[in-house]
């Protein structure tokens, strides 16, 4: 059983009873620097009250900002990386096509040619299956032109095995010889 005995009971009932407080230093005045800085925008020099709306719209013009940076920040980095990418040396055609020649300097530039393009014609694929759409009607094309050359001529009528075996002599010696026919 709880015994309430003299434990628990205090000497004196007033703590504070010998304590002299001078209530001129419990006042004192915060400079504007000393203030805290939610103190500080929040003072009592012309607060600007903003709607709710002007707020949104002043978070979202930010936040488009934000954004505009760091695409910004991505394009320059892509660039960069792409010219790191790019060797010093490269395909010297465009600066060699865009300087003049050195004889057009010494005549003055007059009556300057521009260069020629050196247009590769690329090789068409010899197996039919390879061939584009268009390459195989070009080449359908021709070989019915030819096909309607030899039936017109007068040599392939008189004897045409005759006609057949002097061409197919004269195309193994030009392939011999390395000449195109």
Request: proline letters at 6%.
């Given at each position: 059983m709880f015994l309430l005995d003299k434990d628990w009971d205090f000497p004196s009932s007033n703590v504070f009873s010998g304590l002299e407080i001078d209530p001129g230093t419990l006042v004192r005045k915060l400079d504007l620097d000393s203030?805290?800085?939610?103190?500080?925008?929040?003072?009592?020099?012309?607060?600007?009250?903003?709607?709710?709306?002007?707020?949104m719209k002043l978070r979202k013009e930010r936040w488009l900002q934000k954004i505009e940076s760091v695409k910004l920040a991505k394009?320059?980095?892509?660039?960069?990386?792409?010219?790191?990418?790019?060797?010093?040396?490269?395909?010297?055609?465009?600066?060699m096509e865009a300087l003049p020649e050195l004889s057009d300097l010494t005549t003055g530039g007059r009556g300057r040619k521009p260069p020629k393009s050196r247009v590769k014609a690329k090789a068409e694929p010899a197996d039919f299956c390879l061939m584009k759409q268009a390459q195989k009607c070009r080449l359908l094309e021709?070989?019915?032109?030819?096909?309607?050359?030899?039936?017109?001529?007068?040599?392939?009528?008189?004897?045409?095995?005759m006609a057949i075996s002097?061409?197919?002599?004269?195309?193994?010696r030009q392939e011999e010889e390395g000449k195109p026919l």
């Open positions: 203030r805290s800085i939610i103190s500080s925008r929040t003072g009592l020099e012309g607060k600007t009250v903003l709607s709710k709306k002007e707020k394009q320059k980095q892509k660039a960069e990386a792409k010219r790191k990418a790019t060797p010093v040396v490269g395909d010297m055609q465009p600066l021709e070989e019915v032109a030819r096909f309607h050359e030899v039936i017109a001529d007068p040599r392939y009528r008189a004897n045409p095995l002097e061409h197919l002599f004269k195309r193994l």
